[in-house]
Every structure is written in C-alpha cells, then in structure tokens.
C-alpha cells in the first residue's frame, strides 16, 4: 500500500497565482485532513473532511479551499497565494476522525511563495 | 496565546542518555494525548497514545500525563541516534462531534542523539 501520497513535493509560486496541493490515500480511510507546518508554531489545521462530500474549517483556512468528491482524494486549492502561506503542507488521512485513532500522514509539499 | 506549548529545543545528548520531552496545555477539556515523531523532511508518524493521568510503557518510550498540572512528558531511555527527529506532542478533546479530526500540536522539540 502507498498509505498516503502528496504531489508536488517541492512548488514555487508567484504572488497570486493559483494552484493546487494534490493529496490521495488507499486506505479507504473516511476523514482526510490538511495541516501547515511553520518554525515555532507546529501544525495547524487548515481544513478537514470527515466523508465524501463533507468539509470543513480547521484554525487557519483563509486562503484555501477543498472538496471530496471521491474518499481517496483531497486536494487543496490556493486561491491567490501570497507570501504568508509559504510553509510545509501535510496531507492525513485516520479511520474516522474521532481523534482517538493514528494519524497516517504524507510526506509533504514544501511550498515557496515569492 | 498557543493552547500547547512545547519547547522547540534543539535537546543534544549523547548516545545511551535519558532524553526528556514535555508540553504543557491549557485547556482542560483535553483528554487524549499524543506523541508524533518526525523525521527530517518526512511526515509525523505515531509514536505513543494515552488517555489517562499516570505512565504508559512501549519499549524504550514512557509517556507520562499529570492533568492536574496539564503536563505530559515523553521520556526515552538508552537513546540512539535514529532517535534523533523533532518529537510533537498532540491532544484533543473527546466526547462530540464537535472536536473530530481537530488535533492541537506542539510546535515541536527537535532532538539530536551524538554518537
């Protein structure tokens, strides 16, 4: 099983472009998340869905935007990107997202906004 | 202010040493607490999980809760360096539908483990 995969890994960005943080697991797993890592304030929560068809606002969601169309894939939409949101992105997905069961995470998309 | 704090280190010891990780939090309606190890340029991975005051035991790992203080600890014995990482603690609220999927994490302690 790959677990789950995030594509790119790497991205750089211009100030206002748009693009679009590609997430898929193979675990069947219902909830799927998205979390930014920056220096001195761990992991936040962007935004997460609990099922196909269902989103919604983690702590920092300003600026993106999701949608579950399918249980495998979850991808994050930059509207506008700015240099703020220059950080390290982590897709994960769990069993059913009570927060009581392990998270699996991807191994991330290192974005740079200039 | 942050609802977990952690120190974000760097922790150097040397190999064969204790090393001692702690968060404190503030919110008391955290019930289920977390340990996250994270490799260099990878994903965090769980390492160890609990729900109650005291110790859990997994091999070399000890995880310790004191909810009256809102204090965990992570305490790894006989390190090695494949210890080394930036260890996370996380915790969440149990209970309603309300607090699903929403993880607090620490921002992190890096540790170094010196031949």
């Known amino acids: 099983n790959a677990g789950v995969t995030q594509t790119p890994k790497f991205q750089v960005l211009k100030t206002g472009q748009s693009m679009t943080l590609q997430c898929a697991q193979d675990m069947n797993h219902e909830y799927m998340s998205w979390y930014r890592q920056d220096p001195g304030m761990g992991l936040r929560l962007i935004h997460y869905s609990v099922g196909a068809g269902i989103t919604d606002q983690g702590e920092v969601p300003n600026g993106y935007n999701v949608s579950r169309s399918t249980t495998e894939d979850f991808p994050l939409r930059l509207l506008s990107a700015a240099p703020s949101q220059t950080s390290v992105y982590f897709c994960?997905?769990?069993?059913?997202?009570?927060?009581?069961?392990?998270?699996?995470f991807g191994s991330g998309t290192q974005l740079s906004v200039l | 202010q942050k609802e977990v704090e952690q120190d974000p280190g760097p922790l150097s010891v040397p190999e064969g040493a204790i090393v001692s990780l702690n968060c404190t939090y503030s919110?008391?309606?955290?019930?289920?607490f977390m340990w996250y190890r994270q490799y260099s340029r990878k994903g965090p991975e769980l390492l160890m999980y609990?729900?109650?005051?005291g110790n859990k035991e997994d091999g070399r790992f000890t995880a310790q809760v004191d909810k009256s203080s809102k204090y965990i600890s992570l305490f790894i014995r006989d390190s090695q360096p494949s210890d080394s990482a930036t260890y996370l603690c996380a915790m969440t609220r149990l209970g309603t539908t309300d607090s699903w999927g929403k993880l607090q994490f620490g921002a992190g302690t890096q540790v170094v483990v010196t031949p």
């Open positions: 609990t729900y109650s005051s």
């Open positions: 919110n008391s309606a955290f019930q289920y």
């Open positions: 994960a997905s769990s069993y059913s997202g009570t927060g009581t069961e392990k998270l699996f």
